[in-house]
């Protein structure tokens, strides 16, 4: 059995030390925000935060996220009223849609350590963030529109 | 039970014919059929539906359902757009629902081949029109007075003589009980719109942007179980046995089974694709469970030999031969090039073509290639299915669910009224989910199993398990006269399994001697559509070759396809040419004078240019290349796109921008090869997709404004790209590129 916080909540999960967080996030515990694209960390679909760090929850082991502070996109805000929210929906970003939470949450990571992101900084965050649909001006965008948003 | 399915047939045959429009006058009017889908259509009671696109409940909420599936070109915005501009109601206040397929209230519900809007664009006009005319019509009945007299605004009724007004609410009981006589419904003047050709968001975001469950892999059922299916590992394979011993001690796991997916002898449809016809299929509680059985499952794979499909038809069944070679890419090449110097089948042909090459002064003779290309959506492949023995309900990404119900009926023997399919938002489509195939695994398997089931791919099972764009091939050769004179061209195309060739299209009707050939090799790869199918590789080799015939000519590339447009317009050339030859010209205007083509200040880019004509709708490109890194990199991109009236104009610049991306991303680095019959890309670690350092900045998108009935979006800007990149790579690099994905060097780099 293992106690999991996630958006500030506690869980105990019932499962395999090894299971994937993506897996126990979306089958055990039903926040589906969180999406499977690949599997093995080529994607970014399934990006959540782990003690404030962007984690590929495909590739991240249950065991590790023990004793953890877990934040999904469910979590990101209450209202949706994060900088990046606002922005994703101030440009409409989304086509499909599938890839975004995932682009949302590593740049929120981004945006945390970094006020003033260049867009090289953008480049190298987002590296890890496939969007199939091909949005990634947008996003691009976003993250700078939220930036100034968060400077306010 | 075959009678039921046939009358509805029939119904939805003779309604398409009549264009679909009237098909509301039949069954929408005067019908309180409410009660059947209330999963998500809040308090069932309040809702008054006038027609199947139009619910409105007593306090003046308005529901518009879109009837065709999502995928991401925001259909589920702008289809309900072009109703509530009818129906005169606030944006605001209109609330959007995805309808469960049912075509008899809601149409051919397919997404593809940039058809939504294009299709729908009367039918909803009408719909609207007609839901608002009704409720004109009950308020006149009520408040005794001419129903000319009536005005409407933003949900509300008018009478101006007695000061009488009223809430569409209010009249909507009563609405539903006025009949409609044909040919009284008057849509509005295009002059009067006010939300078409205004920017909407899309209906979904806030969901999206906060993670709400939208997509097939989210839907949840009480008692679900997950299934996954272990596919031959190759082309050309099949199951020789299995041994599940070890899968079946495995934590979750309820059942290993082997599965056939169609009977011998099954009359398959036009869209009924199916790679492997047999497979063993693991069913257990959750997917890390059943992941992890699968990778104990011993499965002994053998070649299948040549095996035969039936197909059904117009022309009555015919059996197909899928030859059982398990094919490797070199010796694909090797046979498109000796395929490419036998004789083909003629496709068209004007004047003496072969006169005209036998006398010119110069022959230019260029050959194009392009491999295989995977959809990669985002949301691997999954669907819901919980088949009982009297009916089945399907739940899930597709994009036809009309063309897959037929098939899924005779499947699982059960008529058309007993199966409900409902359709979830789509991480990605691509042409890929019109292949039902995954519906009709996962009704199998809910039926073997007794309950109700997702299957679900992984990435690798999505991506090697075919259905892809074809492989392609193209000679193409331009006659030249002693003054440099374009007076003879000849397009030969090939392609496994099929080719690519669009005979009736430009340069075919400004050319006095033209000669188009197709060929095709049979293989067991399956195809299918892929974001404009066939344009996708043509628009590449086309638009490149022109490029290289304007520079022999030593004409600018944009003058000279409008010089060749200039005679296609005035002086046609043959029959049947399939385009505007003034609107493909106008594309290439906008994109010219927007671009500052020959501005000083774009020298520090090798520009280059395309345009291209599908799906009724034209598209130009301009895009400005560096050199970045040793690797061509697309930094800016114009784009003119002419597809009549835009409904949604920023939702429709986004699906530009992305079609922009995804055609420099498939240009540069799409492909996927087989060896031995297995596809040696497996998941994004090995097919490369383009990612944001490789995303342009800017792509301006330019619409050209007319008031023609809207043509497709979805796929025109598409094509062009291949061929604006290839141009602007020559530019970069001094050499010219015939064969795709581009590449300066091999794309053995690791990725990411
Ligand atoms: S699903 Fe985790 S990176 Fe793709
Ligand atoms: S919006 Fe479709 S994958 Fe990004």
């Given at each position: 059995?293992?106690?999991?916080?996630?958006?500030?909540?506690?869980?105990?999960?019932?499962?395999?030390?090894?299971?994937?967080?993506?897996?126990?996030?979306?089958?055990?515990?039903?926040?589906?925000?969180?999406?499977?694209?690949?599997?093995?960390?080529q994607?970014?679909?399934?990006?959540?935060?782990?003690?404030?760090?962007?984690?590929?929850?495909?590739?991240?082991?249950?065991?590790?996220?023990?004793?953890?502070?877990?934040?999904?996109?469910?979590?990101?805000?209450?209202?949706?009223?994060?900088?990046?929210?606002?922005?994703?929906?101030?440009?409409?970003?989304?086509?499909?849609?599938?890839?975004?939470?995932?682009?949302?949450?590593?740049?929120?990571?981004?945006?945390?350590?970094?006020?003033?992101?260049?867009?090289?900084?953008?480049?190298?965050?987002?590296?890890?963030?496939i969007?199939r649909?091909?949005?990634?001006?947008?996003?691009?965008?976003?993250?700078?529109?939220?930036?100034?948003?968060?400077?306010? | 039970?075959?009678?039921?399915?046939?009358?509805?047939?029939?119904?939805?045959?003779?309604?398409?014919?009549?264009?679909?429009?009237?098909?509301?006058?039949?069954?929408?009017?005067?019908?309180?059929?409410?009660?059947?889908?209330?999963?998500?259509?809040?308090?069932?009671?309040?809702?008054?539906?006038?027609?199947?696109?139009?619910?409105?409940?007593?306090?003046?909420?308005?529901?518009?359902?879109?009837?065709?599936?999502?995928?991401?070109?925001?259909?589920?915005?702008?289809?309900?757009?072009?109703?509530?501009?009818?129906?005169?109601?606030?944006?605001?206040?209109?609330?959007?629902?995805?309808?469960?397929?049912?075509?008899?209230?809601?149409?051919?519900?397919?997404?593809?081949?940039?058809?939504?809007?294009?299709?729908?664009?009367?039918?909803?006009?009408?719909?609207?029109?007609?839901?608002?005319?009704?409720?004109?019509?009950?308020?006149?009945?009520?408040?005794?007075?001419?129903?000319?007299?009536?005005?409407?605004?933003?949900?509300?009724?008018?009478?101006?003589?007695?000061?009488?007004?009223?809430?569409?609410?209010?009249?909507?009981?009563?609405?539903?009980?006025?009949?409609?006589?044909?040919?009284?419904?008057?849509?509005?003047?295009?002059?009067?719109?006010?939300?078409?050709?205004?920017?909407?968001?899309?209906?979904?975001?806030?969901?999206?942007?906060?993670?709400?469950?939208?997509?097939?892999?989210?839907?949840?059922?009480?008692?679900?179980?997950?299934?996954?299916?272990?596919?031959?590992?190759?082309f050309?394979?099949?199951?020789?046995?299995?041994?599940?011993?070890?899968?079946?001690?495995?934590?979750?796991?309820?059942?290993?089974?082997?599965?056939?997916?169609?009977?011998?002898?099954?009359?398959?449809?036009?869209?009924?694709?199916?790679?492997?016809?047999?497979?063993?299929?693991?069913?257990?509680?959750?997917?890390?469970?059943?992941?992890?059985?699968?990778?104990?499952?011993?499965?002994?794979?053998?070649?299948?030999?040549?095996?035969?499909?039936?197909?059904?038809?117009?022309?009555?069944?015919?059996?197909?031969?899928?030859?059982?070679?398990?094919e490797s890419s070199d010796a694909q090449y090797?046979?498109m090039?000796?395929?490419?110097?036998?004789?083909?089948?003629?496709?068209?042909?004007?004047?003496?073509?072969?006169?005209?090459?036998?006398?010119?002064?110069?022959?230019?003779?260029?050959?194009f290639t392009a491999p295989f290309l995977a959809h990669n959506?985002?949301?691997?492949?999954?669907?819901?299915?919980?088949?009982?023995?009297?009916?089945?309900?399907?739940?899930?990404?597709?994009?036809?669910?009309?063309?897959?119900?037929?098939?899924?009926?005779?499947?699982?023997?059960?008529?058309?009224?007993?199966?409900?399919?409902?359709?979830?938002?789509?991480?990605?489509?691509f042409?890929r989910?019109?292949?039902?195939?995954?519906?009709?695994?996962?009704?199998?398997?809910?039926?073997?199993?007794?309950?109700?089931?997702?299957?679900?791919?992984?990435?690798?099972?999505d991506m090697t398990?075919g259905i892809y764009r074809p492989m392609y091939t193209a000679?193409?050769?331009?006659?030249?006269?002693?003054?440099?004179?374009?007076?003879?061209?000849?397009?030969?195309?090939?392609g496994i399994?099929?080719?690519p060739?669009?005979?009736?299209?430009?340069?075919?009707?400004?050319?006095?001697?033209?000669?188009?050939?197709?060929?095709?090799?049979?293989s067991?790869i399956?195809v299918?559509?892929f974001r404009?199918?066939?344009?996708n590789f043509?628009?590449a080799a086309?638009?490149?070759?022109?490029?290289?015939?304007?520079?022999?000519?030593?004409?600018?590339?944009?003058?000279?396809?409008?010089?060749?447009?200039?005679?296609?317009?005035?002086?046609?050339?043959?029959?049947?040419?399939?385009?505007?030859?003034?609107?493909?010209?106008?594309?290439?205007?906008?994109?010219?004078?927007?671009?500052?083509?020959?501005?000083?200040?774009?020298?520090?880019?090798?520009?280059?240019?395309?345009?291209?004509?599908?799906?009724?709708?034209?598209?130009?490109?301009?895009?400005?290349?560096?050199?970045?890194?040793?690797e061509p990199?697309?930094?800016?991109?114009?784009?003119?796109?002419?597809?009549?009236?835009?409904?949604?104009?920023?939702?429709?610049?986004?699906?530009?921008?992305?079609?922009?991306?995804d055609g420099i991303g498939n240009a540069l680095y799409g492909g996927l090869t087989h060896k031995?019959g297995v596809s040696e890309q497996r998941n994004f670690h090995n097919y490369r997709i383009i990612r944001?350092?490789e995303?342009?900045?800017?792509?301006?998108?330019?619409?050209?404004?007319?008031?023609?009935?809207?043509?497709?979006?979805?796929?025109?800007?598409f094509p062009?790209v291949f061929?604006?990149v290839a141009?602007?790579l020559?530019?970069?690099?001094?050499?010219?590129f015939y064969k795709q994905p581009y590449s300066l060097k091999p794309t053995d780099k690791p990725i990411?």
């Open positions: 059995m293992a106690t999991l916080n996630i958006n500030k909540k506690n869980y105990n999960i019932d499962a395999d030390p090894d299971t994937p967080l993506l897996w126990v996030l979306r089958d055990i515990i039903g926040l589906v925000g969180t999406k499977y694209g690949c599997g093995v960390a994607c970014g679909a399934c990006v959540v935060h782990l003690n404030g760090e962007a984690v590929r929850s495909c590739v991240t082991k249950l065991s590790r996220a023990e004793g953890k502070k877990v934040v999904t996109i469910e979590g990101l805000s209450e209202t949706n009223s994060h900088p990046l929210q606002k922005a994703w929906l101030e440009l409409d970003v989304s086509q499909c849609g599938y890839c975004q939470a995932g682009q949302i949450m590593s740049a929120a990571v981004l945006l945390k350590e970094n006020k003033n992101p260049t867009n090289e900084d953008i480049d190298d965050a987002m590296a890890g963030n969007c649909c091909g949005t990634y001006l947008r996003i691009r965008e976003a993250i700078q529109l939220a930036a100034k948003d968060q400077k306010k | 039970m075959e009678k039921t399915n046939n009358s509805r047939r029939t119904f939805l045959k003779s309604s398409a014919l009549l264009g679909g429009g009237l098909m509301i006058h039949f069954t929408g009017l005067a019908n309180f059929d409410i009660s059947e889908r209330t999963g998500t259509l809040g308090t069932p009671a309040e809702l008054i539906e006038l027609n199947g696109y139009v619910k409105i409940m007593p306090d003046n909420t308005i529901k518009i359902i879109c009837p065709n599936p999502e995928f991401g070109q925001n259909v589920m915005t702008s289809l309900p757009m072009i109703v509530a501009e009818e129906l005169d109601v606030e944006w605001q206040k209109v609330l959007v629902e995805m309808g469960p397929h049912d075509s008899v209230k809601l149409g051919s519900q397919f997404t593809g081949g940039s058809n939504s809007v294009r299709m729908y664009w009367r039918i909803l006009r009408e719909a609207g029109a007609t839901a608002r005319y009704m409720l004109v019509q009950a308020a006149a009945q009520t408040w005794g007075v001419p129903a000319e007299e009536i005005t409407t605004k933003a949900g509300m009724l008018y009478h101006e003589k007695t000061g009488k007004k009223g809430k569409y609410g209010d009249f909507a009981t009563k609405a539903a009980g006025v009949t409609v006589a044909k040919g009284v419904v008057k849509p509005k003047d295009i002059k009067n719109f006010n939300i078409v050709r205004t920017s909407k968001k899309n209906v979904e975001g806030t969901k999206i942007i906060s993670g709400k469950p939208l997509f097939g892999l989210d839907y949840k059922y009480d008692g679900m179980l997950i299934a996954m299916i272990e596919h031959p590992p190759g050309g394979m099949t199951v020789d046995s299995f041994d599940a011993t070890a899968a079946l001690k495995m934590p979750g796991v309820k059942e290993v089974f082997r599965q056939k997916i169609y009977e011998d002898g099954f009359e398959q449809g036009g869209f009924d694709v199916r790679t492997f016809n047999e497979v063993v299929v693991v069913v257990g509680k959750t997917t890390w469970e059943v992941m992890n059985a699968r990778k104990k499952l011993i499965v002994k794979w053998k070649p299948a030999g040549d095996t035969k499909d039936t197909m059904g038809g117009r022309g009555g069944a015919r059996e197909v031969v899928v030859p059982g070679e398990l090797q046979k090039q000796d395929f490419a110097s036998k004789p083909a089948q003629l496709l068209r042909k004007d004047g003496d073509p072969e006169t005209a090459f036998k006398n010119a002064a110069q022959v230019i003779e260029r050959t959506c985002m949301e691997p492949i999954n669907f819901f299915a919980h088949v009982t023995a009297d009916k089945a309900l399907l739940v899930g990404p597709l994009q036809a669910p009309g063309w897959t119900e037929p098939t899924l009926s005779k499947i699982l023997k059960l008529p058309a009224d007993k199966i409900e399919i409902q359709m979830t938002r789509m991480g990605g489509g042409g989910r019109a292949y039902g195939h995954y519906l009709v695994e996962a009704a199998l398997i809910s039926k073997k199993v007794n309950a109700p089931v997702k299957l679900i791919y992984s990435k690798e099972d398990y000679t193409y050769r331009a006659a030249l006269d002693a003054d440099k004179k374009l007076i003879a061209f000849h397009v030969k195309g090939g399994p099929e080719h060739i669009h005979a009736n299209r430009f340069p075919a009707g400004a050319v006095d001697n033209y000669l188009a050939e197709g060929w095709q090799i049979p067991n399956t299918g559509a404009a199918p066939r344009s043509n628009a086309e638009q490149s070759f022109l490029d290289e015939v304007a520079e022999a000519m030593g004409k600018d590339p944009i003058e000279f396809r409008l010089e060749l447009l200039k005679r296609a317009k005035e002086n046609p050339v043959g029959k049947n040419n399939e385009y505007d030859a003034a609107r493909y010209a106008g594309v290439l205007e906008l994109v010219r004078d927007k671009s500052g083509w020959k501005n000083s200040g774009t020298e520090k880019y090798s520009r280059g240019v395309a345009a291209y004509f599908c799906h009724s709708s034209y598209a130009a490109h301009v895009v400005d290349m560096v050199i970045r890194d040793g990199y697309v930094k800016q991109v114009f784009s003119a796109i002419d597809c009549g009236i835009v409904v949604n104009p920023d939702a429709a610049s986004n699906m530009v921008q992305g079609a922009v991306v031995n944001m350092r995303a342009p900045k800017k792509v301006e998108v330019f619409f050209v404004k007319n008031d023609i009935d809207p043509t497709g979006l979805g796929e025109p800007p062009p061929g604006a141009n602007a020559y530019k970069a690099s001094g050499q010219r990411v």
